[in-house]
């Protein structure tokens, strides 16, 4: 499709140098074809960045096991399990600069699934599974509070990823 748009631009670049078109109109024709490069540009670059925002995956029973896997030395996975009032695991401990993968689900009612100073703000739902990955630069205990209100002890129901300086490990 690209290769296309392409052709098409340079047959009109071609058409306009050959013919006598007011100089007003290609300057117009110009600002369009670069105004319409970005746009393009724009897109292709999008679709090649935007790899962490939140998916959903199909459900599986093996996401209602909370758990912290240890990929390498900085990628975790962790299954985070949310039920009324609290979040499993309730500490998630990870060294600085560590990429971790979130699955969120929920064993009774919705929760929410907030991570302070990080851009995530999922709802974590049974029989669903919200996935969305966090890279941890700075050292620091980030909370995860539920911001979804799911009963009497909504506001207690809370865990934290504590990210550390690798000399710890
Ligand atoms: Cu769980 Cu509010």
């Known amino acids: 499709m690209v290769r296309h748009l392409l052709f098409n631009a340079f047959q009109s670049l071609k058409y306009i140098k050959m013919s006598t078109v007011d100089p007003y109109e290609k300057k117009i024709i110009m600002v369009t074809g670069a105004v319409l490069s970005l746009f393009i540009f724009s897109i292709l670059y999008a679709r090649n960045k935007n790899n962490d925002l939140p998916e959903c995956l199909p459900f599986n029973k093996a996401y209602l096991e909370p758990k ?6 900085k990628t975790y996975q962790v299954y985070a399990v949310a039920q009324m009032w609290q979040f499993q695991p309730t500490q ?3 060294p600085v600069g560590s990429e971790v993968d979130f699955f969120v689900t929920s064993k009774d009612v919705v929760h929410g699934f907030h991570i302070n100073d990080k851009d995530v703000n999922m709802m974590a739902i049974y029989g669903n599974i919200n996935k969305t990955t966090v890279k941890f630069e700075k050292a620091g205990i980030y909370k995860i509070i539920c911001h ?6 909504h506001q207690a129901m809370q865990a934290e990823v504590i990210v550390s300086e690798p000399s710890k490990y």
């Not at 912290?68 to 030395?73: E, G, S």
């Not at 979804?148 to 002890?153: A, D, K, L, N, P």
Request: proline content about 0%.
């Open 68 to 73: 912290i896997t240890k990929l390498d030395d």
């Open 92 to 94: 998630i401990e990870v």
């Open 148 to 153: 979804e209100y799911c009963g009497i002890g």
